[in-house]
């Protein structure tokens, strides 16, 4: 009977390794991808500015044209604060990143053309850590300050991450497409503004 409990423990710790292994590193995300295209956020139309109502008539202005509708403006275009290029870091990477302040004054980070590979506790970061090719860039990004905008939300695509009011965009230089389970970088971009 001994032999045979020493072979059944054996299994059991073995079944625990290969579900704790299967847990952490999700070898299934080899082979698995995802898109998201997402368009650039417009703010709402400014508001045409009107004349108070007063208490008598006036005639219309020689100017006015009585068939032209009066209706909101057009949106202001974003305003581009930085932007930069994804070089590789553990995975082969490409994209750009662009931060862009729109018309109400919000900001958000922007992934346009985003390529990498699937992962386990995906991030998009902004840091204050230098980017550097190669391995000796990898895992820079957790020794200084960061802000996590949040988890990647696919692995492709067009993606837009909102950046809070109260961050001050002057404290960061980078971007990093963050691995929180192994504390590497995926991908990583300077910021050039």
């Not at 006015?64 to 930085?82: H, N, Q, W, Y």
């Not at 490409?94 to 985003?114: K, P």
């Not at 988890?151 to 960061?172: C, R, W």
């Amino acid at each position: 009977m001994g032999k045979r409990a020493a072979i059944l423990a054996g299994l059991f710790v073995a079944a625990i390794a290969v579900a704790g292994g299967l847990y952490l590193f999700q070898p299934w995300r080899i082979f698995t991808s995802s898109t998201v295209t997402e368009d650039i956020p417009s703010a709402a139309p400014l508001p045409v500015s009107s004349q108070a109502p007063t208490a008598e008539p006036s005639a219309p202005a020689a100017s006015a044209t009585p068939d032209a509708p009066a209706g909101p403006a057009a949106p202001a275009a974003p305003r581009e604060l930085a932007t930069g290029q994804l070089i590789s870091h553990e995975h082969a990477s490409s994209g750009t990143v662009r931060i862009l302040e729109l018309a109400d004054g919000s900001r958000i980070l922007r992934l346009e053309g985003l390529d990498t590979s699937d992962g386990p506790d995906l991030k998009v970061w902004l840091s204050d850590a230098p980017v550097i090719e190669g391995l000796a860039g990898w895992h820079v990004f957790d020794d200084g300050a960061y802000l996590d905008l949040g988890a990647l939300k696919a692995n492709k695509g067009d993606q837009n991450y909102e950046i809070p009011a109260a961050a001050v965009l002057g404290d960061y230089t980078s971007v990093s497409i963050w691995c929180a389970r192994f504390a590497v970088s995926f991908a990583a971009a300077e910021l050039k503004t």
